[in-house]
């Protein structure tokens, strides 16, 4: 063999063995944020967005097996509702006080997280004034400023709770015509001085608060005085059982004529598989909170209106 012709067969060689063959292309390079990337998990539908976002055990007993209560929010953990066990009886307020003793766990809950605190001693809430006794209750990340939306003790309790989603709220364009007819014609029969004036939507809402596997359609209308645009000819909130807008169910309506209403949560509170509601009313100067037990075909209040009403 010529030297010619060897230098070309080690070339060949070596070029085949550079380049590989077709089959064989090392995969494309990853870039950096493609490498730091982790692989995706798949989700689980069943899972609530609640229990995706907190990662916080909230396993264990709950009622009727044990006693509960369910706060909201005011620079301290003011109890709108609670289950007595020993006495089988909802309650409200104050009545819910020798419910959770200093130590007992509390979970807090808001859109994007969860801690489990500790109670604390007795405590004003930011709407409490004179020199009674506090009503409410302090926990030391409450008294740090850490915010929340609404808090249950124990923390087992919080599986018995459904967050309502702020996209609710507004105008309400998940309203269907048919829906907007129901409640202003159900606005018309509370109060006849509605009469043709238009029922406005502040909140509609899909929920299971029987427990039936079907949604409730909850709504909050309010109806502008056309002779003073500051105040309500009516504003009230109601519930479709089973999403029947033709069977509207009044939760409660405005006394002053300047509040309106929205859902914030619910809280099957005695475990019976019916959820009371955790109704927010909100005027110009301030707001309040209550909680209402569904009975059938009316609500009733559990106690009174917390402190900002």
Not at 55 to 76: K, M, Q, R, Y
Not at 248 to 274: C, M
């Amino acid at each position: 063999m010529s030297s010619r012709l060897l230098l070309t067969v080690i070339a060949s060689a070596s070029l085949l063995a550079a380049c590989g063959k077709e089959g064989d292309k090392p995969a494309p390079e990853a870039s950096a944020g493609e490498a730091a990337k982790p692989p995706e998990q798949p989700r689980d539908p069943d899972a609530s967005v609640d229990k995706v976002v907190t990662a916080v055990d909230i396993t264990g007993p709950v009622p009727p097996e044990i006693s509960a209560t369910f706060f909201i929010l005011d620079g301290a953990l003011v109890p709108l509702g609670c289950f007595d066990k020993a006495k089988n009886k909802l309650a409200a307020g104050k009545d819910c006080l020798s419910l959770t003793p200093p130590g007992a766990e509390v979970y807090l809950k808001s859109a994007h997280s969860a801690q489990v605190d500790a109670i604390g001693a007795p405590k004003r809430a930011l709407c409490e004034i004179g020199d009674g006794e506090p009503t409410s209750l302090a926990s030391p990340l409450v008294d740090s400023g850490a915010v929340f939306d609404w808090a249950t003790s124990p923390k087992s309790a919080a599986q018995k709770v459904l967050s309502v989603s702020p996209d609710t709220w507004g105008n309400a364009p998940s309203a269907s015509d048919e829906e907007r007819a129901a409640v202003q014609a159900a606005a018309a029969a509370v109060d006849k001085q509605v009469g043709a004036n238009k029922a406005e939507l502040h909140q509609a809402a899909s929920i299971d608060l029987d427990g039936d596997g079907k949604d409730e359609r909850v709504f909050s209308a309010y109806v502008v005085n056309p002779r003073d645009t500051a105040r309500y000819l009516f504003s009230g909130i109601f519930v479709a059982r089973g999403s029947d807008p033709t069977k509207l169910l009044l939760v409660e309506q405005t006394r002053t004529n300047s509040e309106v209403f929205k859902l914030r949560a619910a809280a099957d509170l005695n475990g019976d598989g019916v959820h009371e509601l955790w109704i927010n009313a909100a005027f110009d100067e301030g707001g309040g909170d209550r909680m209402y037990q569904w009975k059938g075909d009316k609500f009733e209040p559990l106690g009174k209106w917390t402190c900002g009403m």
